[in-house]
């Protein structure tokens, strides 16, 4: 299995424009998370979805995020519009649900930049 | 009070050296206690699951859960200069509920 997916690898953006980052789940799996990586906040759960369904979005910061899950194969984050805070790695991971072992699966990150 | 804490360093220890991590954690229903290892730009690894109370061993690295007191730790024998990384603690209450609580990361150096 190739793992997590996510494009783009790097982005560097503009203060105001429009950022959408993209992750492919491993196949099977029902989880679909999206974190946020700084230094001062550490690891933050902004989304999460199970089976294709947002099940829990108190972590996203503002109405500036929105996430979409419209197939098991497939997620997107989008900020808009971007802002230097929004600077950081964005992870996506997915997991199977199988009792109650909850290993997540990450994927190598989006560093995003916003000048 | 954040639900877990973790001291994030950074730790620099000389090739061979016990390491000692840890975290605490506020939530009584945390059942589930893992430890997810992140090498610089990559994302984090599962390193050590354990479930409830008690020590696991997995090589060089054994990980322990003390829920009477609200405290994990993982230990590294005979640390390597690969073993360099930021160490996550994580931790959930499990069952059907999909999401882990991390640490915010604790950065390790080993020096040959």
């Known amino acids: 299995d190739a793992g997590v997916i996510q494009s783009p690898r790097h982005e560097v953006t503009e203060m105001g424009q429009e950022v959408t980052l993209r992750c492919k789940p491993i196949?099977?799996?029902?989880?679909l998370f999206w974190y946020r990586q700084t230094m001062m906040r550490g690891l933050e759960l902004l989304i999460y979805?199970?089976?294709?369904?947002?099940?829990?979005d108190s972590g996203m910061p503002e109405d500036r995020f929105s996430a979409k899950m419209p197939n098991a194969s497939f997620s997107t984050l989008k900020i808009q519009p971007s802002e230097p805070r929004d600077s950081a790695v964005y992870f996506c991971?997915?997991?199977?649900?199988?009792?109650?072992?909850?290993?997540?699966?990450f994927g190598p990150g989006t560093r995003l930049t916003v000048l | 009070q954040k639900e877990v804490e973790q001291d994030p360093g950074p730790l620099s220890v000389p090739e061979g050296a016990i390491v000692s991590l840890n975290c605490t954690y506020s939530?009584?229903?945390?059942?589930?206690f893992m430890w997810y290892r992140q090498y610089s730009r990559k994302g984090p690894e599962l390193l050590m699951y354990?479930?409830?109370?008690g020590n696991k061993e997995d090589g060089r690295f054994t990980a322990q859960v003390d829920k009477s007191s609200k405290y994990i730790s993982l230990f590294i024998r005979d640390s390597q200069p690969s073993d360099s990384a930021t160490y996550l603690c994580?931790?959930?209450?499990?069952?059907?509920?999909?999401?882990?609580?991390f640490g915010k990361g604790t950065k390790l150096s080993v020096k040959p």
């Open positions: 991971a997915s997991r199977k649900l199988a009792g109650g072992y909850n290993e997540q699966f």
């Open positions: 939530n009584s229903a945390f059942q589930y």
């Open positions: 354990t479930y409830s109370s």
């Open positions: 994580a931790m959930s209450a499990g069952g059907s509920q999909g999401n882990l609580i």
């Open positions: 196949s099977g799996h029902d989880y």
């Open positions: 979805f199970n089976n294709n369904v947002p099940i829990d």
